[in-house]
Nanobody
Framework: QVQLVESGGGLVQAGGSLRLSCAAS????????MGWFRQAPGKEREFVAR??????YYSDSVKGRFTISRDNAKNTVYLQMVTLKPEDTAVYYC??????????????????WGQGTQVTVSS
């Protein structure tokens, strides 16, 4: 069992930066691939980023602006977001995938989810 708690969301102006954190419980955190997803109002939840071992993957919409990283000693995964745009406004969720191999981008493939943190980017 893995419990995930996100933090770091907030209101920021376009062009600004935020760093999201996701703290995980459990002694096997390092065995999981971790992902970030987001859901904007009226839209489906979408993949943002994934870290599996040292491999990272990003959606095209955030590539070059967002960076996913993890600190296994702290059981925490991060999402550094820069050059934020109004279209980045969404609730951001972290998720854990027991399968730590080939990259997976569908939310149904992730076993554990946090409660989400709101990110609002004003124009």
């Amino acid at each position: 069992q893995v419990q995930l708690v996100e933090s770091g969301g907030g209101l920021v102006q376009a062009g600004g930066s935020l760093r999201l954190s996701c703290a995980a419980s459990g002694r096997t955190f390092s065995n999981y691939a971790m992902g970030w997803f987001r859901q904007a109002p009226g839209k489906e939840r979408e993949f943002v980023a994934r870290i599996s071992g040292s491999e990272t993957y990003y959606s095209d919409s955030v590539k070059g602006r967002f960076t996913i990283s993890r600190d296994n000693a702290k059981n925490t995964v991060y999402l550094q977001m820069v050059t934020l745009k109004p279209e980045d406004t969404a609730v951001y969720y972290c998720a854990a995938d027991r399968y730590n191999g080939l990259p997976r981008f569908k939310e149904s493939q992730y076993e554990y989810w946090g409660q989400g943190t709101q990110v609002t980017v004003s124009s």
